[in-house]
């Protein structure tokens, strides 16, 4: 079965952190390159960070310096370290498996004091 599915989200207090996991089938994890999105209320979708097969990563500026995106071949997962965060990083955050259809039901992170 083709599926990307995230954990991790929740409520955490501004400069707090939280880590992201995507868990990915073996087909998915080993054909493409995996991106982290975020999409707040009336807003669009956005690219937050991604990583290659070969661990090349990239950052919306945003969030350089805060997030760190890394991959697990064994465990087939793609994380998402974020630190620092802000009020204005809440949104609903998805990962997806660029370049394709496939994306994972999103997981909510909330920065709120």
């Known amino acids: 079965q083709v599926q990307l599915v995230e954990s991790g989200g929740g409520l955490v207090q501004p400069g707090g952190s939280l880590r992201l996991s995507c868990a990915a089938s073996?087909?998915?994890?080993?054909?493409?390159?995996i991106g982290w999105y975020r999409q707040a209320p009336g807003k669009q979708r956005d690219l937050v960070a991604s990583?290659?097969?070969?661990?090349?990563?990239g950052y919306d500026d945003s969030v350089k310096g805060r997030f760190t995106i890394s991959r697990d071949n064994a465990k087939r997962t793609v994380s998402l370290q974020m630190n620092s965060l802000k009020p204005e990083d809440t949104a609903v955050y998805y990962c997806?498996?660029?370049?394709?259809?496939?994306w994972g039901q999103g997981t909510q992170v909330t920065v709120s004091s």
């Open positions: 073996r087909s998915i994890f080993s054909l493409y390159a």
């Open positions: 997806h498996a660029m370049d394709s259809t496939y």
């Open positions: 990583i290659t097969r070969g661990g090349n990563t």
